[in-house]
């Protein structure tokens, strides 16, 4: 079992920036795949960005691409999220999700984003 704790939501302007990080803890070797997800009231959750530990290859939804980027540490203790030119679209709770071996997921507990003016 792996823990994963987010911090770094919070209230933005349209056009401004925040930056998510996740920290990981547990059963981290077999962890194969760290991503971030997004929901809104009403709808289920959406895929905003992932990485794959092996290959390093990266996928992000369309509507984040060129805004957003996934990176984390070495460890694979740490995941981030850098997002730039939000939208009032993009606010919602934000999940950080690893996948293990197994197929295994967890989940963090959420950290809410709000882009208003």
């Known amino acids: 079992q792996v823990q994963l704790v987010e911090a770094g939501g919070g209230l933005v302007q349209p056009g401004g920036s925040l930056r998510l990080s996740c920290a990981a803890s547990?059963?981290?070797?077999?962890?194969?795949?760290m991503g971030w997800y997004r929901q809104v009231p009403g709808k289920g959750r959406e895929l905003v960005a992932r990485?794959?530990?092996?290959?390093?290859?990266?996928d992000y939804a369309d509507s984040v691409k060129g805004r957003f980027t996934i990176s984390r540490d070495n460890a694979k203790t740490m995941l981030w999220l850098q997002m730039t030119s939000l939208k009032p679209e993009d606010t919602a709770v934000y999940y950080c999700?690893?996948?293990?071996?197994?197929?295994?997921?967890?989940w963090g507990q959420g950290t809410q984003v709000t882009v208003s003016s």
């Open positions: 990485i794959d530990i092996g290959s390093g290859r990266e």
């Open positions: 999700n690893v996948v293990s071996y197994g197929a295994r997921q967890d």
């Open positions: 547990g059963r981290l070797f077999t962890v194969y795949s």
